[in-house]
């Protein structure tokens, strides 16, 4: 597997949480026939547990157990690397044994011995760019990945605190980030969100096809992080910023097209 610029472009995509196994294997499989489709690496996420919630009463996950199995059967049923989050260093080593990818959330970005601890393992390491970092300070949170022995290292971008509630996206990050030899991946779903808007998160998923086609045309792109679920309002996490999996296709399709372009 590898992650730049100078190989196929990657979709990583998938549910915010693990809700049941039969809802992940329908959104991995729509997810791979259009990657397929599109001639796009594809890579499933979903999170086991959501550690970072606005209220207490929150959904927070089916649990690492559970999750992982899930995760498992997903990635057996169709031969597709994985990608989840970790909180806390005690969960790494479990992890490590069925993600292929492991991600630092964008809130953790900054923890030295969580980074440390994930790039040790010699799986591909996914570090969020946290809201409150310029893109000069996320170098430091990659580099201590690379100190530590691994080279499978990038980073996403999902916006930065623009004042309460809202988040902002730089487009200047792209090529700052991608000029450092750093592979850079756009989490445009994420980068939509409102955060802690009353008790849940809100977001503008209706932004997400500008927003994606804008950052794709800067040429400096690795892939793509998206959200997806058959029905965001039902979802237990993220509901409001989620893209409709029927919004997929076209989506991609776009993505494929300005790429030819460029």
């Not at 292929?100 to 440390?116: G, K, Y």
Request: contains cysteine.
């Amino acid at each position: 597997m590898k992650i730049n610029k100078n190989s196929k472009f990657t979709i990583i995509a998938g549910p915010c949480a693990i809700e049941s196994l039969e809802t992940c294997l329908h959104i991995a499989k729509e997810c791979k026939l259009l990657c397929d489709k599109f001639d796009f690496h594809y890579i499933f996420k979903a999170s086991y547990k959501k550690a970072n919630r606005t209220s207490g009463k929150s959904f927070r996950g089916v649990g690492l157990q559970t999750g992982l199995s899930i995760l498992q059967k997903v990635k057996e049923k169709f031969s597709l690397p994985i990608l989840t989050d970790v909180h806390e260093v005690c969960e790494v080593e479990a992890v490590s044994k069925i993600a292929d990818i492991i991600q630092i959330p964008a809130f953790l970005s900054r923890q030295t011995e969580l980074i440390e601890a994930v790039a040790k393992t010699g799986k591909w390491v996914n570090i969020k760019k946290g809201q409150f970092m310029s893109p000069n300070e996320i170098r430091f949170a990659y580099q201590k990945a690379i100190d530590r022995g691994n080279s499978h290292v990038f980073v996403t971008e999902r916006g930065n605190s623009f004042g309460y509630n809202n988040l902002v996206v730089d487009f200047r990050n792209f090529q700052i980030i991608a000029e450092m030899g750093i592979p850079i991946i756009y989490d445009v779903t994420h980068s939509l969100q409102r955060p802690s808007l009353g008790n849940i998160s809100g977001g503008n998923p209706e932004l997400v096809p500008s927003m994606t086609r804008a950052a794709v045309a800067t040429g400096n792109l690795s892939g793509l992080f998206i959200e997806t679920h058959p029905q965001p309002n039902a979802a237990k996490s993220d509901a409001k910023s989620m893209l409709p999996l029927d919004q997929m296709n076209n989506l991609l399709k776009s993505v494929k097209n300005i790429l030819q372009v460029i």
